[in-house]
């Protein structure tokens, strides 16, 4: 009962309502009810129309209403269309229908401002009215709405707040009424208060009730905090704004004691930033933007409770930014905001506050200007900017490195916003950011991954700012160079050109980059700052921190990124600038002068203060330009002996983007880099007034010019020398002088051999004669030892080998381009030694840290010292040699210092463990009466350095010995490269098949079998899988080129076909054994052709017969019928001779095994028989027929219980007869055979089962191929009767003619 009185109750209070609804809304007028249409419009124009006429007819009628009244009391009562108005004004704020709330929102802030009647304490009457309240009861959507219009609601008296009470046009108003100045009506309109301490007093007590309300609805909803953040900050600020020309001492008054009374919003600014997540329905970005953004206008005991913006003391007017952009304090507040999941895929408006505080003062990014970008330090020991520090703290090492793709857009948006705002300088930092481009690059590179359009809108981006009419051209230049540092080649032609990227980097000139260039070359000169204020306390404070290596590593950041950004445009100089960069580099790298005069081909000045991270990054990008130059030469060398070829051939075709890059190849062919740099090393080092950085010995001096002198002797030799060994063992010398020069340390041992044995190449010693009396011991011990010295080309292969194991890649690549050039000239010898570095197994896997102590060790010690040292890196690709290259210095001083102890420090701790060791031994019952001041606290911490220094050493020597298998295996696959390099340019050299195929198939089988030993050992797989490449693309393509084999090549085919029978040790289907047949297969192949050219056609076939016959029908044999394809392709008649023996694998019996052996030799005899290359007199006539009677007859009445595979037998042995008849010129099956085979047929459709639809027609192809066989036979014969006889007439005709020629000439004359 009382629930069903309770919705009578209910029902009629709404029917009430409704019922003053319809009265009332029949008392207003028409156009005011079309006014609240109009504010739900979609457009923006029309909503604002509406809501100003709205308030202009409102206030007509509220002055009429007030006129006509004569009684006080009710002159301050408003009109019921007003009141109805204001009422449906806050209704329609929680309606989401089309524009209806921003409408609504408008038209109240409008009413609220214009209509005097109204106060504000009216206002929030009419929201609580309004709006109805939240229970429990209330829908998600409809709570949804409600809470969204009190916001709205609110932020509309907020800005009526400000319009109506606290602008100065309010406060003339109010100070004519309160003076009596005013009309009648106004003097009516007086309020209660009268002075303007009690209007303060209203405006904050207003103000703090707003901030309260907000703080309240930014509390329920997190989605709600950034909206209700603005409206507080909106607020705030405009009442500090208008307080600005009535107290310039203190402009945030107002605004700080309306804060001051609000708790909720003071809670909300002091929220720990470090905490971060959703904490009570609301995320903590929000609170940096509020301390951030009303910092002045805090209480000050909120300022001191807040954690964004640091305590500081200066009074200047960037404090507070100076402040927070510290590198730690962005550090703490990076993960606040990055926490921002409700404003995505927007941007949150704090974002773009931090990103304009960000901008530069400078003219350096305007176009014309300049002046050097800033250079504010954010913290001691740091050399970053504002945007630097921010991009660094916030995006580099926040928002890149975190799995969510969410903040990787954010990311990407955020480098757009910054990229506007940087300067020259400062465009560096950004494309320097491994993280970034990592992700750029992978985004773009698949268009199915989630960043895709995100990423490449960053490109689009980056090539709108470049082509900004409003940025310099040292910005643009700045972006290219960076663009050119990340590679062009990493991004997909379609997307670079769409992006604009592709255009961008084509459009740069050569002034541009000059002048670039050389604003480059004097930020490296200029002298550093932290570095002299830093160096004194640097050397009495021992940093183990990671911080403060990163903020050493990061003092000469503006030095090395002016390199980078010089290195990597010097493709768009010109060769006259290329070489200035080149001598710039390779001088400051390698040399200095104690005098202020510097040598004429060097620019600038000595670099007083050059660090050794700046003199290795000078290293690392010379030699980078120097590898890059040399492919490039390479490149457009090949390129033309390709159009070359192609002229000859009568293929001289251009396309139009060789046409457009002629100019560029030919500047980078007469460009050549390695020779400048040699010989400006040459030169160098002749100059008495320079130095080198790294001290020379008289052995290094003595190689160094032992190199030169060689150098000499190979230009002199170049033009006599007919092979080319001169031409191709320069660049080498060249290299080696140069790389001498960066490290002599290391280089002189490995270069001193160099010259002597060039010397020895290129002018032999002439032979002693040999006398003819009887040897003694002695001569016969000096017979052996001639007998095992090297050849000059070994000795000098063998130096080629041990370059391959060297950290540099320029090295490596001239070493190979070395060895191409002087591969005719290559021994057996020295072909072996090259298969001994790949068949060693010694060297262990990639990557596994768990190895025990003595694994392998002798084998590591083989190659330790060769491989012991770590890549210097001096390929152009890498990002940041120079700092991987200093952290890994400072870790061997750190090892260093802690390795050395005092000796007595140490005899204390051993001690301590000795003593240790023997309590350890007692008896438990003795052990609580043993004393406890054995163990000295100076021991103990000795003891545990000592612990601590063993531990680091056994990891060291893992970690070592990781490096070293890792090393190990490099090293085969770079040999590997040079057996590749010899099988494409001697593709003819009988090295080939006598050492180069058996060997390296023999080692591709051992490493299957260690990988199958140890699955986890991947680097075995890998080598065995690069092995089949190289035997299977490159040495096993040209065998009829090879001459002039020796006569014991039978046996390598036969041991060959030994290894392939034998297989890898392992299933097929397994990941051991996988590719290996194919390669045996191949291997084998190309040495019976081999054979075939030089006259050993029959012995190959041979050899396959007895294959045939005693491993292939063995049911353990790994030989399959593509094992015999592979020789069908490149020598059909070797396999076409041993037809006989495969046609008799098929009456083998009705087995399974001789059931897949039929099989497989029908198979292997339809591809004898079809290949076109085969001769047709092999196998003869009278071996098919004798195959037809036999063996084949009996393959096609086979007994095979299975139907589908007694198809599958008949379709092959009608696929093979077809052949035979197609292929076998005059050919013609006996009557034996062809009664024979007519017999088999029959037989095979009287077998039970009766035989399915399909062998039927396979055996009646049979028949017809048998038919077909004889037409074609007497066709034949009759068009060569004709063909004859059309001979004969034809030459009875040429006679004729010839007579008649002969009468005619005779009666001319």
């Keep these: 009962m009382g629930g069903a009185s309770g919705t009578t109750t209910k029902k009629k209070t709404k029917s009430t309502s409704n019922n003053a609804n319809t009265s009332s809304t029949s008392l207003v007028p028409a156009t005011i009810l079309q006014r609240f249409w109009d504010l739900a419009s979609t457009d923006a124009e029309t909503r604002c129309t509406a809501a100003a006429s709205l308030s202009e007819e409102l206030f007509l009628v509220q002055n009429n209403t007030t006129s006509s009244t004569t009684n006080d009391d009710n002159k301050n009562k408003l009109d019921a269309v007003v009141e109805y108005s204001m009422k449906r004004l806050t209704r329609g704020l929680g309606s989401g229908r089309a524009g209806a709330r921003q409408g609504f929102a408008v038209a109240f802030t409008s009413a609220m401002t214009h209509l005097d009647a109204i106060s504000v304490e009216d206002g929030f009457r009419f929201l609580k009215e309004g709006l109805e309240p939240i229970t429990k009861s209330t829908k998600g959507s409809e709570a949804r709405d409600i809470l969204i219009g009190q916001l709205f609601g609110n932020a509309a008296l907020a800005r009526a707040l400000v319009a109506k009470e606290v602008s100065l046009e309010a406060k003339k108003k109010k100070k004519e009424m309160m003076s009596g100045s005013g009309s009648s009506n106004n ?130 007017s960037s404090a507070k930014e100076d402040s927070f952009f510290a590198y730690e304090n962005l550090k703490k507040v990076s993960h606040a905001l990055a926490e921002c999941p409700h404003a995505h895929p927007r941007v949150h408006p704090i974002w773009e506050i931090l990103c304009e505080a960000c901008r530069s003062n400078s003219d350096d990014d305007k176009k014309g200007g300049n002046k050097a970008g800033a250079t504010t330090k954010i913290s001691a020991g740091s050399n970053l900017t504002r945007l630097e520090a921010l991009w660094e703290t916030c995006c580099e090492n926040g928002l890149f490195t975190a799995p969510s793709h969410q903040r990787k857009y954010l990311g990407f948006r955020i480098f757009s916003m910054l990229l506007r705002n940087a300067t020259a300088s400062e465009t560096a930092k950004l494309f320097t950011s491994p993280n970034f481009i990592k992700c750029l690059v992978s985004n773009c590179a698949k268009p199915e991954n989630y960043l895709h359009a995100c990423s490449t809108d960053c490109l689009k981006a980056i090539a709108r700012c470049a082509k900004h009419p409003e940025t310099s051209a040292k910005k643009r230049v700045a972006i290219v160079a960076a663009l050119r540092k990340v590679g062009i080649h990493r991004f997909e032609k379609q997307l670079a050109k769409s992006s604009g990227i592709s255009t961008l980097l084509a459009g740069l000139t050569r002034e541009e980059a000059k002048a670039y260039c050389e604003e480059l070359r004097e930020t490296i000169l200029e002298k550093s700052d932290l570095a002299t204020q830093d160096e004194s306390d640097d050397e009495n404070e021992n940093d183990d921190n990671d911080e403060e290596k990163k903020k050493k590593n990061s003092r ?80 457009t060398q090949q390129q033309k002996k390709q159009q070359s070829q192609n002229t000859k051939n009568g293929k001289n075709h251009k396309d139009k983007g060789n046409e457009a890059n002629e100019e560029d190849e030919g500047e980078e062919e007469k460009f050549d880099a390695l020779s400048e740099a040699c010989e400006a090393v040459l030169k160098f080092d002749a100059d008495a007034s320079v130095t080198d950085v790294i001290p020379n010995s008289a052995r290094a001096k003595d190689a160094r010019k032992n190199l030169a002198n060689a150098l000499k002797l190979c230009e002199k030799k170049q033009k006599a020398d007919e092979s080319g060994v001169a031409t191709s063992i320069i660049p080498l010398l060249k290299t080696l002088i140069v790389l001498h020069a960066s490290d002599p340390k290391q280089f002189t041992s490995i270069v001193e051999d160099i010259p002597r044995c060039v010397e020895e190449l290129l002018q032999p010693p002439k032979k002693k004669k040999t006398t ?167 021991q103990m911490f000795a003891t545990d350095k000592l612990l601590a220094d063993a531990f680091r050493a056994k990891r060291q020597e893992l970690s070592r010995k990781k490096a070293l298998k890792v090393a190990a295996a490099d090293f085969k696959f770079r040999a590997l490269s040079l057996l590749e390099l010899f099988a494409k340019s001697q593709p003819s050299s009988k090295f080939l098949p006598e050492i180069i195929v058996p060997r390296l198939l023999s080692a591709s089988r051992n490493a299957r079998i260690r990988f199958k030993s140890n699955p986890m050992e991947k680097s075995f797989l890998e080598l065995a899988q690069r092995i089949d490449s190289v035997l299977t693309k490159h040495a096993c393509k040209h065998a009829a080129m090879v001459t002039g084999t020796r006569k014991d090549i039978h046996e390598i085919l036969t041991q060959l076909i030994d290894v392939a029978d034998n297989g890898a040790g392992a299933g097929r289907d397994s ?98 028989f079809s290949c076109k290359q085969r001769d047709p007199s092999i196998p003869s006539a009278e071996e098919v027929n004798s195959m037809c009677e036999i063996s084949l007859a009996n393959a096609v009445k086979a007994d095979v219980e299975n139907q589908s595979r007694r198809a599958d037998t008949s379709k092959m042995c009608a696929n093979v007869f077809e052949a035979i008849g197609r292929h076998a010129e005059g050919f013609v099956f006996s009557q034996k055979a062809k009664a024979a085979i007519e017999n088999a047929i029959e037989t095979q459709k009287e077998r039970a089962p009766q035989p399915s639809q399909k062998t039927v027609q396979a055996l009646e192809r049979i028949a017809k191929a048998l038919d077909d066989a004889k037409k074609t036979n007497s066709s034949t014969n009759d068009e060569g009767k004709k063909k004859r006889k059309s001979s004969i007439a034809g030459d009875d005709d040429h006679d004729e003619r010839e007579k008649k020629k002969k009468k005619k000439k005779a009666l001319k004359k």
Excluded at 774 to 790: A, I, N, Q, R
Aim: with cysteine; hydrophobic share 35%; net charge negative.
């Design 187 to 316: 003097n009516n309109k007086r309020k209660k208060w009268t002075t303007p301490e009690e209007e303060r007093e209203r405006i904050v007590d207003l103000s703090s009730q707003l901030f309260a309300e907000i703080c309240r609805i930014s509390n329920t909803k997190a989605y709600l905090s950034e909206s209700a953040a603005k409206v507080m900050i909106e607020l705030a600020l405009s009442l500090s704004k208008q307080e600005e020309g009535l107290h310039e001492k203190d402009p945030f008054r107002l605004a700080r004691e309306a804060l001051e009374k609000c708790p909720q919003a003071q809670a909300w600014v002091s929220r720990d930033v470090t905490d971060v997540g959703e904490q009570s329905g609301k995320t903590t970005i929000e609170t940096v933007w509020l301390a951030y953004s009303l910092y002045e206008c805090l209480p000050a005991r909120c300022k001191e409770a807040q954690s964004v913006v640091p305590k500081f003391s200066s009074s200047s």
């Design 772 to 938: 003819k009396k009887k040897s003694t011991k002695k001569t016969l011990e000096e017979d052996e030892e001639e007998e095992h010295d090297l050849e000059p080309m070994d000795v000098l292969n063998d130096l080629l080998i041990a370059f391959l194991a060297q950290p540099s890649a320029l090295l490596r690549d001239v070493t190979e381009r070395t060895f191409k050039g002087v591969s005719g000239k290559i021994t057996d010898r020295g072909i072996e030694d090259i298969l001994n570095v790949v068949e060693n197994m010694g060297a262990g896997k990639r990557g596994d840290e768990n190895d025990d102590e003595n694994d392998d060790e002798d084998d590591d010690s083989d190659d330790e010292d060769m491989l012991e040292e770590e890549d210097d890196s001096d390929d152009d690709d890498d990002d940041d040699s120079s700092s991987s290259d200093d952290d890994s210095d400072e870790d061997d001083d750190e090892n260093d210092s802690d390795a050395g102890m005092d000796t007595e420090a140490n005899e204390g701790a051993i001690e301590a463990i000795r003593k240790a060791a023997l309590k350890i031994q007692e008896d438990d019952d003795n052990s609580d009466d043993s004393d406890s001041d054995d163990f000295t606290d100076e």
């Design 1071 to 1168: 990941d051991a054994a996988k590719g290996f047949a194919k390669t045996a297969a191949v291997a084998c192949a190309y040495i019976a052709k081999v054979m075939e050219s030089n006259g050993g056609g029959e012995s190959a076939a041979e050899i396959y017969k007895t294959a045939i016959t005693e491993k292939f029908e063995k049911k353990t044999s790994r030989l399959r019928a593509p094992f015999f394809a592979e020789l069908i392709k490149l020598s059909p008649n070797v396999l076409a001779s041993s037809s006989k023996e495969l046609a008799s694998l098929c009456d083998l019996g009705d087995s399974a095994r001789a059931q897949f052996l039929r099989q497989e030799s029908l198979q292997l005899l339809f591809q004898i």
């Design 556 to 635: 000469d950041f503006k030095r090395l990124w002016a390199l980078e950004q010089m290195c990597s445009i010097t493709s768009a100089l010109s060769p006259n600038d290329r070489l200035d960069v080149l001598h710039f580099c390779l001088f400051h790298a390698f040399y200095s002068t104690s005098k202020k005069q510097m040598p004429k081909t060097v620019l600038g000045k000595n670099i007083e203060d050059c660090p050794d991270v700046l003199r290795r990054a000078l290293s690392t990008r010379l030699l980078g330009i120097l590898l890059t130059n040399t492919r490039s030469r390479g490149r």
